[in-house]
């Protein structure tokens, strides 16, 4: 009897032991699918923007309790700043170009209760004064402005994509504010020397919205070049599109 009320002793601090090493191993976790986003191609005094996911991967809840730009040109407004277990957030990077010109890298900071290190992702842009002297591709007009000044619904932009190089090219989506718009590629290749149109089209349920956003495309040549177009829509005071919200 004495034997059988040790065993049973010894099992339960066994227990009780595993128990408060799995309650002290348990901790938030921040994880980032991607560290890195490279904009391209991007024109001077415009707004370029990039959704990073934030993902909670630990055994408690994960708390973002700062995040740090880097810079005054940029911005890093947050969908949310706390996460269950297994929960996701994105974290919207806005970074202006303003008067900058060449390769630009800013990495922003992302604290959580994790503790230290502190995460951080970077952003990449290759800033020109004159976007039509890029290559392999020149993109016209290379900012779209769907602003509504008037009751006239504007919904949509045709832009122009040139090949200027001596290869065939094809264009492909990488990224963009697809909860606003979605982007029409030019279907196929387009030859040296040829043009092929493509067209923004916003969503309906944003219509009556005032935005910055922007989308990349990437060029299928040996460097992958990239580009962004940035995409503003202003609405004049009390101006709302007639089938905004239809």
């Known amino acids: 009897m004495i034997g059988k009320t040790i ?13 408060i090493t799995n309650f002290a191993s348990a901790a938030p976790r921040l994880t980032l699918p991607e560290t890195v986003f490279n904009f391209g191609y991007c024109p001077q005094n415009s707004d370029v923007s990039h959704k990073f996911w934030l993902i909670s991967t630990g055994d408690m809840p994960l ?8 810079c005054s040109c940029t911005r890093a407004p947050l969908d949310k700043d706390e996460l269950a277990m297994g929960d996701s957030t994105q ?9 900058s010109l060449n390769r630009v890298s800013k990495s922003p900071t992302i604290q959580t209760n994790e503790g230290p290190p502190d995460k951080k992702i970077q952003i990449i842009a290759n800033i020109v004064s004159h976007p039509d002297s890029t290559f392999p591709v020149v993109i016209q007009p290379y900012k779209l402005d769907l602003s509504q000044k008037t009751e006239k619904v504007i919904d949509r932009i045709e832009f122009a994509i040139s090949n200027v190089s001596d290869q065939d090219i094809k264009v492909n989506f990488v990224a963009g504010a697809t909860d606003y718009f979605k982007v029409e590629l030019p279907r196929g290749i387009i030859k040296p020397g040829e043009m092929a149109k493509g067209e923004l089209i916003l969503n ?13 495309i990437q060029v299928n040549d040996d460097a992958g070049t990239r580009f ?7 609405l004049a005071s009390g101006v709302i599109p007639a089938s905004a919200g239809k």
């Not at 708390?63 to 880097?70: A, D, F, L």
């Not at 309906?204 to 990349?216: G, N, P, R, Y």
Request: proline residues 4%; hydrophobic residues 50%.
């Open 204 to 216: 309906k349920d944003v219509l009556d919205q005032a935005f910055l956003k922007s989308f990349t």
């Open 228 to 234: 962004t177009v940035p995409v503003k829509r202003v």
């Open 7 to 19: 065993n049973k002793i010894f099992c339960t601090l066994i227990l009780a032991s595993f128990a």
């Open 91 to 99: 974290l919207e990077i806005v970074f202006s170009t303003k008067t």
């Open 63 to 70: 708390k973002i309790t700062k995040v740090i730009p880097g």
